[in-house]
């Protein structure tokens, strides 16, 4: 029973398409966040949602649109792809300040 | 705002051999630390962390870290590592009630027979 778990696992597609990356878990934590992983493996917060509500939202382009339709999940959607958004996202969930749970991870190819 | 160093980005062992892999974090308040492990293709493990109390701290699959609070460090160890073990490992920092998990850059762990 996989406590976070994200679709697709993989995405490709061509630069100026919407997409969107779903997440989902059953862990019951009260606030769910976003990571994006870049080709050098660095790991950069993207958003945070507490109990539906955006509480961080880390200098990301107005393109990426996260949403919560309820405290299990938290989507992201990608407007107008460009070949940087490249990279593998992660979704985690956890309690503020404490240990995050991640997801598998999806990773997104822009051609 | 608190960050985390990690000090090497690669680190080649053999197998058998014991490892340790440097972290140092900046902050002005309390932290909570931890380390995270990401095998190939894989998604981010949690091996261990350090909220308060003890200063060592065990994990899971025989790691262990020492949070040093005059040097800021967190650093990582295993007696013995496995081929298995190979894999990016990443330090992080968020501090109490705060939403924001700080990483480092990752130590790539290379385990050779």
Known sequence: DTAVSQTPKYLVTQMGNDKSIKCEQNLGHDTMYWYKQDSKKFLKIMFSYNNKELIINETVPNRFSPKSPDKAHLNLHINSLELGDSAVYFCATGTSGETQYFGPGTRLLVL | ?113
């Not at chain 2, 894989?42 to 005059?70: M, P, R």
């Open chain 2, 1 to 113: 705002a608190q960050s985390v160093t990690q000090l090497d980005s690669q680190v080649p062992v053999f197998e058998e051999a014991p490892v340790e892999l440097r972290c140092n974090y900046s902050s002005s308040v309390s932290v909570y630390l931890f380390w995270y492990v990401q095998y190939p293709n894989q998604g981010l493990q949690l091996l261990l962390k350090y909220l308060s109390g003890s200063t060592l701290v065990k994990g899971i699959n025989g790691f262990e870290a020492e949070f040093n609070k005059s040097q800021t460090s967190f650093h990582l160890r295993k007696p013995s590592v496995h081929i298995s073990d190979t894999a990016e490992y990443f330090c992080a920092v968020s501090r109490p009630n705060d939403y924001k998990l700080s990483f480092g850059a990752g130590t790539t762990v290379t385990v050779r027979a």
